[in-house]
């Protein structure tokens, strides 16, 4: 019974932290090229910005065939930065990578090239950009799936 309530309270914690992210215009003094900014606040609609951001796995090439512990994942992202800073005041151009191996969240990366550890096997690897707040954008922003394989 315990755990039943536990799981509804954390189910219900993460509905409400996404469900407290709406959309908003941004103030800067950009003009009309400048990207919103989207602020957390109570009673706000939920809804999640987009982003022209586009990611890739450039490394290792598809269907590669690799050999040692570790594989060197490099990643491109065009159409937006990468900043290391966790806030809510989220913004479509700025954000960072959370890097998947076999559909496992391995790490959420401040920059785009990363050593991953490996042994012997097939795996998958894609990389997400989520906002600064570490939620995704809606839609979201996943690059191709990459198969390799480790001898």
């Known amino acids: 019974m ?11 914690l993460f509905a409400g932290l996404v469900a407290g992210c709406g959309t908003g215009s941004g103030a800067g003094s950009g003009g009309a090229s400048s990207p919103a900014v989207v602020s957390q606040s109570p009673g706000s609609s939920g809804v999640r910005p987009s982003s022209p951001a586009v990611v890739r796995v450039r490394q290792p ?13 490099v990643l491109s992202l065009e159409g937006a930065q990468i900043v290391s800073a966790t806030t809510t005041n989220i913004r479509p151009d700025q954000g960072h990578i959370h890097l998947y191996v076999d559909n496992v969240l391995v790490s959420m990366n401040y920059g785009l090239e990363q050593d991953v550890a490996v042994h012997p096997g097939t795996y998958v690897v894609k990389a997400e950009f989520v906002a600064a707040d570490h939620a995704p954008f809606s839609p979201r922003v996943w690059s191709p799936e990459v198969f390799f394989t480790v001898r």
């Open 61 to 73: 090439a598809a269907g590669a065939s690799l050999t040692g512990t570790s594989v060197h994942v």
């Open 2 to 12: 315990a755990t039943c309530l536990l799981g509804a309270v954390l189910t219900a």
